[in-house]
Each structure stands twice: as structure tokens, then as C-alpha cells.
């Protein structure tokens, strides 16, 4: 099993910064990928970016040129740089992982940060 705990969500105004972290623990023999999911009031869960274990990235277009993941393997850490955020970016964001575990690749999910963008 592999648990995550996201951290670093909060109130931000427009045009503001957060930085979220999200740290892998458990058993588990790798992480494939590591990345973050939101899900805003009334709406499906999404893809915002997500990083592979050779650094490699995928982001969502809204987010493109605004948000930066990145990954410290030895740590076990994923970390969502989010920059001029917008009110559309309010949601509860999840990070995930796919990790290696004795019964083979599986998805996991940490139980969300709230990031409001309000002035």
C-alpha cells in the first residue's frame, strides 16, 4: 500500500502563488508517475500535471505556462508550483501516483488539499 498526504493548500487573492507538496510513503517498489488531480464544486475530477519517474511531463492546457511539477525521487515527493492563480483554479486537488506494489502496478490517491482563489 502506498499513502500520500498532500499539504500546502489555502486562501490565496488572483494572481497570487501556492506551492503544494505530496509525500509517498509505504511499500512499494517504484512510483511511475506522480501528479495531481482537481475536482471543483460540480464538476469532474481533472488532470491538472503529472511527472514520470524520468522527470518527464504532461500538463493540462489551462494550467500550461502557469503551473510547474516537479519530483525529488529520493524523496518521494511530488510539489505543484501554481502561479497566477485564478478563481477557475479553485477546486480540492488530489495528488496520485502509480506505483510497483506486490500485486502489481496500481493508482493510488491522497485525500485532497482545498485551494480557494478569491479576492
Known amino acids: 500500500q502506498v499513502q500520500l498526504v498532500e499539504s500546502g493548500g489555502g486562501l490565496v487573492q488572483p494572481g497570487e502563488s501556492l506551492r503544494l507538496s505530496c509525500v509517498a510513503s509505504?511499500?512499494?517498489?517504484?512510483?511511475?508517475?506522480m501528479g495531481w488531480y482537481r475536482q471543483a464544486a460540480g464538476k469532474e475530477r481533472e488532470l491538472v500535471a503529472l511527472?514520470?519517474?524520468?522527470?518527464?511531463?504532461n500538463y493540462a492546457d489551462s494550467v500550461k505556462g502557469r503551473f510547474t511539477i516537479s519530483r525529488d525521487n529520493g524523496k518521494n515527493t511530488a510539489y505543484l508550483q501554481m502561479n497566477s492563480l485564478e478563481p477557475e483554479d479553485t477546486a480540492v486537488y488530489f495528488c496520485?501516483?502509480?506505483?510497483?506494489?506486490?500485486?502489481?502496478?496500481?493508482?493510488?490517491w491522497g485525500k485532497g488539499v482545498l485551494v480557494t482563489v478569491s479576492s
Open positions: 496520485y501516483c502509480a506505483a510497483g506494489t506486490l500485486s502489481g502496478l496500481r493508482d493510488f
Open positions: 509505504g511499500s512499494f517498489s517504484r512510483i511511475n508517475y
Open positions: 511527472v514520470t519517474n524520468n522527470v518527464g511531463t
